[in-house]
């Protein structure tokens, strides 16, 4: 049996398989990095019910997007409607802010903020963003899903929206505190 396709010799059966495998390979690390990437922020602008579950669990708006950027990059002011503490679907605890713009032309618009806590480089983070607001962290680790750090709601903070220069995938910094 011959194995070249359309009797091109250049093009063989055992070619085709290594670039199957090629694709294969290079689609799984894709969705790895996407994955990691969007637990870092997510970008709604529907300003939907934050008690709406999500249809996969992962704590996103019900209809969002997380790829899709709809609010510009820049500085916000924003109010703290709550945070829960969650754990996605790779089973990796986190806790999740929900954000409602105030001012620009976004004024009304619901942002997520995550801080994945699986590891002490992102559990620092969270603890950067809870001392801005002068909160003790206590045992966060030990709390049971669901709301958390309840002093918190109706705070007003400024926030950035950035572009991870890596992926290009939005994501939030909290800048500052406002009193």
Not at 95 to 100: A, D, F, G, P, S
Not at 110 to 117: R, V
Not at 166 to 178: C, E, M, R
Request: glycine residues 6%; charged residues 25%.
């Amino acid at each position: 049996m011959n194995n070249s396709v359309n009797n091109n010799p250049d093009f063989t059966i055992e070619k085709c398989k290594l670039a199957m495998n090629y694709l294969i390979n290079f689609f799984k690390q894709l969705e790895n990095a996407s994955t990691t990437a969007s637990d870092q922020m997510k970008v709604s602008s529907e300003p939907e019910n934050h008690n709406t579950p999500s249809p996969n669990g992962n704590g996103l708006y019900s209809n969002s997007n997380p790829f899709q950027i709809t609010i510009p990059l820049g500085e916000y002011e924003v109010v703290i409607e709550k945070l829960e503490k969650k754990i996605s679907q790779k089973n990796k605890e986190y806790i999740q802010w929900y954000l409602e713009i105030l001012n620009t032309d976004e004024k009304g618009k619901k942002i997520t903020k995550i801080n994945m806590i699986d590891n002490e480089k992102y559990i620092s983070w969270l603890l950067s963003d809870l001392n801005r607001f002068g909160v003790n962290p206590g045992d966060f680790r030990q709390s049971p899903c669901g709301l958390i750090y309840p002093e918190l709601t109706g705070k007003k903070a400024i926030i950035e929206v950035k572009e991870n220069k890596t992926n290009g995938n939005p994501y939030v910094i909290l800048k500052k505190a406002i009193t």
